[in-house]
């Protein structure tokens, strides 16, 4: 699109207003006309058509000039008695001005048309009542116009208002998610790199292959780091990675497995969304005991609503299980910063369409549910 420069702009939406005051001026002239044939009088089109259209050729100079002063009102005076008292100092005269000049090109364009042009004592002299008449009907069209530009301006200073908010609200919820992510990242480092020194001595070659496992996870997080959605493919090759590290920290206690239905992984979700949950299943199900534990990962696509809404289509959700064989939960268990800032970013991105519940996993330890909603993304 060709951009202009602000003169030539300006004097593109000058020319732009004449052509349009002139067709109203047009429409005015035709009205009078055919006014006139109804009752079977004569009308004269060489004295009319320079009255009419001069007039409305004047208010064509005036409208853009007269936008940007009503424009830099509205920016200075609030609504007020000054206002008022500031357009009836500038209405008054200008509408007195607008005859003057009107009534100048209506004579000069009347005398090219005639041959016989009027001095100006004669003008002013034969048409001083009809200018200072004319004026107050300059004034209330000048108010209409006040009106008009005056609404115009506070939509358009209104939309651009909710704009800024917009995007306020958008950069204000970047830098929380930055914050939830960058919590987490420590918390998973911390206890990585405890489980890289406890094999340093004892098993060099696990404690290789969970730093090139850590180097990828790194390596992963700060190329997404400006992403705050991916495809479920990629988010599940991430996990495996952080899953060969707890496994090979943990040793065969530790198994996993993943059932994610296909037409699931080109969904896109947030970010790291499933290493902190799952994390939290390996430490608090896996970890403290013994015996061999699994943790299991299901993912899926269902309908929710009613039955009405479900024939229809319904809103179509991507549901995530994560599974381990733990214990479960206590009654007086409490979410830890894995949990409250994932429950977070959801809310934050979904803004409260999305969910994470807690519950009881078949496999004999706790669930998390995850249910994300599918309806204003694509996925193929």
């Given at each position: 699109m060709q951009k202009f420069s602000p003169i030539k702009r300006h004097f593109l939406y000058q020319a732009g207003a004449i052509v349009v005051w002139l067709l109203i001026g047009l429409l005015f002239l035709l009205q009078g006309y055919f006014y006139a044939a109804s009752f079977n009088r004569p009308f004269d089109w060489l004295t009319q058509t320079p009255y009419r259209l001069s007039l409305y050729f004047t208010w064509g100079l005036f409208s853009i000039p007269l936008f940007y002063l009503f424009s830099a009102l509205a920016l200075r005076c609030?609504?007020?008695?000054?206002?008022?008292?500031?357009?009836?100092?500038?209405?008054?005269?200008?509408?007195?001005l607008h005859r003057v000049i009107g009534t100048l090109i209506e004579v000069f364009v009347s005398g090219l048309l005639t041959g016989t042009f009027k001095s100006l004592t004669d003008v002013f002299t034969q048409r001083k009542v009809p200018i200072i008449g004319g004026a107050l009907d300059s004034f209330i069209l000048y108010v209409l116009l006040v009106l008009l530009f005056t609404g115009y301006i506070a939509l358009k200073q209104s939309r651009e208002k909710t704009l800024q908010l917009s995007r306020v609200s958008h950069q204000l919820a970047q830098s929380q998610l930055a914050s939830l992510r960058a919590q987490l990242q420590p918390h998973f480092l911390f206890n990585t790199l405890n489980g890289i020194v406890a094999l340093i001595s004892s098993s060099p070659e696990k404690a290789e292959l969970m730093v090139t496992r850590l180097a990828r996870l790194l390596r992963f997080s700060l190329d997404s780091a400006s992403q705050n959605m991916i495809p479920l493919s990629q988010e599940l090759m991430v996990l495996n990675d952080y899953l060969v590290i707890e496994k090979t920290r943990i040793g065969?206690?530790?198994?996993?497995?993943?059932?994610?239905?296909?037409?699931?992984?080109?969904?896109?979700?947030?970010?790291?969304?499933?290493?902190?949950?799952?994390?939290?299943?390996?430490?608090?199900?896996?970890?403290p005991f013994t015996h061999n534990g699994t943790v299991l990962v299901k993912g899926r696509i269902i309908y929710t609503g009613?039955?009405?809404?479900?024939?229809?289509?319904?809103?179509?959700?991507?549901?995530?299980?994560?599974?381990?064989?733990?214990?479960?939960?206590?009654?007086?268990?409490?979410?830890?910063?894995g949990l409250c800032n994932s429950r977070e970013r959801l809310e934050t991105l979904y803004q409260g369409k999305a969910s994470l519940e807690i519950g009881k996993s078949d496999l004999g330890g706790a669930k998390l549910t995850l249910l994300l909603p599918m309806n204003s993304q694509e996925h193929t």
């Amino acid at each position: 699109m060709q951009k202009f420069s602000p003169i030539k702009r300006h004097f593109l939406y000058q020319a732009g207003a004449i052509v349009v005051w002139l067709l109203i001026g047009l429409l005015f002239l035709l009205q009078g006309y055919f006014y006139a044939a109804s009752f079977n009088r004569p009308f004269d089109w060489l004295t009319q058509t320079p009255y009419r259209l001069s007039l409305y050729f004047t208010w064509g100079l005036f409208s853009i000039p007269l936008f940007y002063l009503f424009s830099a009102l509205a920016l200075r005076c609030k609504p007020s008695f000054k206002l008022v008292l500031s357009h009836l100092a500038i209405g008054l005269p200008l509408a007195l001005l607008h005859r003057v000049i009107g009534t100048l090109i209506e004579v000069f364009v009347s005398g090219l048309l005639t041959g016989t042009f009027k001095s100006l004592t004669d003008v002013f002299t034969q048409r001083k009542v009809p200018i200072i008449g004319g004026a107050l009907d300059s004034f209330i069209l000048y108010v209409l116009l006040v009106l008009l530009f005056t609404g115009y301006i506070a939509l358009k200073q209104s939309r651009e208002k909710t704009l800024q908010l917009s995007r306020v609200s958008h950069q204000l919820a970047q830098s929380q998610l930055a914050s939830l992510r960058a919590q987490l990242q420590p918390h998973f480092l911390f206890n990585t790199l405890n489980g890289i020194v406890a094999l340093i001595s004892s098993s060099p070659e696990k404690a290789e292959l969970m730093v090139t496992r850590l180097a990828r996870l790194l390596r992963f997080s700060l190329d997404s780091a400006s992403q705050n959605m991916i495809p479920l493919s990629q988010e599940l090759m991430v996990l495996n990675d952080y899953l060969v590290i707890e496994k090979t920290r943990i040793g065969e206690r530790l198994t996993h497995q993943v059932d994610v239905s296909e037409d699931c992984l080109t969904v896109k979700i947030p970010t790291l969304l499933l290493q902190p949950l799952v994390e939290n299943a390996v430490r608090y199900g896996i970890a403290p005991f013994t015996h061999n534990g699994t943790v299991l990962v299901k993912g899926r696509i269902i309908y929710t609503g009613t039955v009405k809404r479900v024939e229809k289509g319904g809103d179509k959700h991507l549901c995530l299980e994560i599974n381990d064989s733990g214990e479960g939960c206590s009654s007086d268990f409490e979410p830890g910063i894995g949990l409250c800032n994932s429950r977070e970013r959801l809310e934050t991105l979904y803004q409260g369409k999305a969910s994470l519940e807690i519950g009881k996993s078949d496999l004999g330890g706790a669930k998390l549910t995850l249910l994300l909603p599918m309806n204003s993304q694509e996925h193929t």
